[in-house]
């Protein structure tokens, strides 16, 4: 693993539209090239606002946002074109006009650039991505026609498709079945040594690839409460004052 | 005399071939995006510019067309900034267009439903002049250019605009465009079904096609298909029963799309 600083979040906080309190609360988070980190903490803790402030998705309300290097309020959008993105339970509702395919080469539409339109060089990135995934046999099915598992894979095809330097993956393991569950990860996990990816994973379960992570970072109410080896996270979790409020992450 | 009637149906037809494509086309992206609320705003501000030219006997397409412009300007940024429902907007808006469209008309000239006030409220496909068709020709290849160029960031926005914007793509600018591409293209079309029931035209077709098509590439061909169909359908019912052609035309794109509706593979299923 090498030393430099992909993400870093410096002081950050983050308010929803509306609203007066903070999601997330002076968080200072910095993750380093080749780092897979799991980000592990109850419901509405602040885990997808955090990876939604990373992504440059949510304006930051104080602090600052740097992925490699730039600040991703004034530079989300070139950054972005770098990043591999799965949001939280995404699914396509029945009848949405999109094949599995067109949702993955989506994913690409940035990289590709504005007046550029898509080759067979992308096709051929999609589909490979597809094929790693185990979904190629669902190119021309419409998305939403698909199970949730199915459209997970699909999700996650699409955020490796763009052969990204960092992956934000939101529950990327939620809708799996037992057979994907047990694959998926390991896959995940090779991908990230193989293109010495930078990965940031929220999940509920911390069971699913603690042996392959190096850190984990739980929150709780907005605030990062641990950050630290993965062998030292569940007796942490267990003998925290928020252990009630965290219960759910074991 | 036969032959300047011939001149002006022939006029008439390509009249509604033309607007009914265009709304047909840009009426995808609206119903897509979730614009119809900014759209139905816009429809009628159209109406309150064209009603604006005829009080001031200026041309009411420039006068339509800058009030569609300025609320879609207003009204774009508004939605996205003042954490207002959509529907709130149209409900200030809507009123607020239609109440200045019928103070303009009651100022225009000869008070009461002269020719051109008529012409701004119900349409006049009739009085289409070939100036008005070489608009809406310049419309249509202008449209067709500028789908065509920036079609990859449409559809990745029309599947779900907050992963457009993860993948890189500022969606705001191409937002705008179709607000404001509507906008134009429902000024170019008032004299087709005028500013009462313009917005059906814009709504219809797509929605129509949505009901049968899995497929967003065969949905925008089929619904400016479709808006055509409806649109020469209509005129053709008008002419045979004497009836407002405008009318018509709303009749037979709502007719088609209540029997989509039934025989909708997408309703059967559930």
């Known amino acids: 693993m090498r030393e430099d600083a992909v993400i870093k979040l410096e002081d950050v906080s983050t308010v929803y539209e509306g609203e007066r309190r903070p999601a997330i ?18 419901n509405a803790s602040g885990k997808t606002t955090l990876l939604e402030t990373i992504n440059g998705l949510l304006p930051t309300f104080k602090g600052k946002v740097s992925v490699f290097g730039l600040d991703m309020q004034s530079h989300g959008r070139k950054v972005r074109c770098k990043i ?29 650039g504005f007046l550029h339109q898509p080759e067979e060089k992308d096709r051929k990135k999609a589909l490979e991505a597809m094929k790693l995934l185990g979904v190629e046999e669902l190119v021309n099915r419409p998305m939403g026609k698909l199970s949730g598992g199915q459209q997970q894979k699909v999700m996650l095809a699409r955020a490796i498709a763009k052969k990204p330097k960092v992956l934000l993956l939101d529950e990327p393991f939620s809708n799996l079945d037992p057979e994907s569950r047990a694959k998926i990860p390991s896959l995940i996990s090779r991908l990230h040594e193989e293109k010495e990816l930078t990965t940031l994973i929220v999940t509920h379960d911390i069971h699913h690839m603690i042996d392959q992570c190096h850190r984990v970072v739980a929150i709780s109410n907005g605030k990062i409460v641990f950050d630290g080896k993965p062998e ?9 004052p928020h252990t009630t409020s965290l219960e759910a992450i074991r | 005399m036969i032959w300047l009637e011939f001149t002006i149906m022939q006029r008439a037809l390509l009249a509604c071939l033309l607007a009914g494509f265009l709304m047909g086309l840009i009426g995808v992206f609206v119903v897509r995006m979730r614009l119809s609320a900014i ?33 879609a300007f207003l009204i774009g940024p508004i939605a996205d900034k003042a954490r207002l429902h959509a529907d709130t907007i149209t409900s200030i808006v809507f009123p607020l267009n239609m109440a200045l469209a019928f103070v303009f008309l009651t100022l225009a000239p000869e008070v009461g439903l002269s020719s051109q006030v008529a012409n701004v409220l119900w349409g006049s496909i009739i009085s289409m002049t070939n100036s008005d068709l070489v608009y809406l020709t310049t419309l249509f290849a202008a ?32 937002i705008y465009l179709i607000i404001f591409l509507a906008g134009v293209v429902v000024t170019f079309s008032l004299k087709l079904v005028g500013g009462l029931l313009i917005y059906a035209l814009l709504f219809n077709p797509a929605s129509t096609a949505l009901q049968f098509l ?7 061909i089929a ?37 989509a509706l039934l025989l909708s593979p997408k309703r059967r299923r559930k």
């Open chain 1, 232 to 240: 030292n996270a569940i007796p942490f979790i267990e003998n925290h």
């Open chain 1, 25 to 42: 609360k002076g968080v200072n988070l910095t993750l380093k090239r080749n780092e897979l980190v799991y980000v592990v903490g109850p």
């Open chain 2, 143 to 174: 449209t067709i250019a500028i789908i065509y160029f920036v079609w990859k960031e449409l559809f990745a926005i029309m599947f779900n605009r907050k992963l457009a914007e993860a993948d890189g793509i500022n969606t705001k600018p191409f």
């Open chain 2, 223 to 259: 619904s400016p298909l479709i808006g055509m169909t409806t649109t020469v359908s209509g005129l053709i019912v008008s002419l045979f029963f004497d009836l407002p052609v405008g009318s018509c035309i709303v009749i037979v794109s709502t007719i088609v799309f209540a029997i």
């Open chain 2, 39 to 71: 759209g139905y705003s816009m429809s009628h501000g159209a109406f309150a510019g064209a009603a604006l030219g005829v009080a001031t006997a200026t041309n009411p397409l420039a006068t339509g067309l800058l009030f569609a412009s300025a609320t």
């Open chain 1, 84 to 112: 591999g993105y799965v949001p939280q339970d995404f699914m396509v509702k029945p009848g949405e006009p999109y094949t599995a395919l067109d949702v993955v080469l989506m994913g690409l539409y940035g990289q590709i």
């Open chain 2, 214 to 220: 899995e497929n967003m590439r065969a949905i925008v």
